[in-house]
Antibody, heavy 117, light 111 residues
Framework: QVQLQQSGPGLVKPSQTLSLTCTVS??????????WNWIRQPAGKGLEWIGR???????NYNPSLKSRVTISVDTSKNQFSLNLSSVTAADTAIYYC?????????WGQGTLVTVSS | QSVLTQPPSVSGAPGQRVTISCTGS?????????VHWYQQLPGTAPKLLIY???NRPSGVPDRFSGSKSDTSASLAITGLQAEDEADYYC???????????FGTGTKVTVL
């Protein structure tokens, strides 16, 4: 059974960089069969795709966030990570990681990240 | 930005049938990209409900079904049960944006 376990701080100061990691178990990122993604959901709102990475390191980002997002992969640890720079209160949300082959499945447990001083 | 539009809410009595629409455009659903559906129970991560052409992951009851036509898609829930009360999202790919896109979300209430 594939599981995605998220880790990272729940509180980030304005203008700083939000960093989260997603550790994959039950599957190998190196298999090259899937894209590995980040999604976020502000409280009481809908889902927003942030971006994805493929095993070779190729990435695609949501145009609305592209200038501030970096997604990277560490195949030795079977992990992928999200960095979102210059955060503001508008970036406060639950962040999810997910495996994708057209559809998103499975999802990580979610991490509430609050941007506040 | 949500480029797929869903009704904010739908409701029905136990045992009834409800449908949720997902309206897109020629750059996503209309191009032929598949539509997938997710169920999100309060306080939990979304869960895959329907993928591709009306396929259900193991464990998802056949009361849930999906369909697609032109630039829109629909999720049907037959024999509505109290446990179906949740938020539902459609998802596809947009070729113009080169991005995955989600619907605005629909809250299903069981009366």
């Amino acid at each position: 059974q594939v599981q995605l376990q998220q880790s990272g701080p729940g509180l980030v100061k304005p203008s700083q960089t939000l960093s989260l990691t997603c550790t994959v178990s039950g599957d190998s990122i190196s298999s090259g069969s899937y894209y590995w993604n980040w999604i976020r959901q502000p409280a009481g709102k809908g889902l927003e795709w942030i971006g994805r990475i493929y095993v070779g390191g190729s990435t695609n980002y949501n145009p609305s966030l592209k200038s501030r997002v970096t997604i990277s992969v560490d195949t030795s640890k079977n992990q992928f990570s999200l960095n979102l720079s210059s955060v503001t209160a508008a970036d406060t949300a639950i962040y999810y990681c997910a495996r994708v082959s057209g559809w998103f499945d499975p999802w990580g447990q979610g991490t509430l990240v609050t941007v506040s001083s | 930005q949500s480029v797929l539009t869903q009704p904010p809410s739908v409701s029905g009595a136990p045992g009834q049938r409800v449908t949720i629409s997902c309206t897109g455009s020629s750059s996503n659903i209309g191009t032929g990209y598949d539509v997938h559906w997710y169920q999100q129970l309060p306080g939990t991560a979304p869960k895959l409900l329907i993928y591709g052409k009306d396929n259900r992951p193991s464990g998802v009851p056949d009361r849930f079904s999906g369909s697609k036509s032109d630039t829109s898609a629909s999720l049907a829930i037959t024999g509505l049960q109290a446990e179906d009360e949740a938020d539902y999202y459609c998802q596809s790919y947009d070729g113009s944006l080169s991005a995955y896109v989600f619907g605005t979300g629909t809250k299903v209430t069981v009366l």
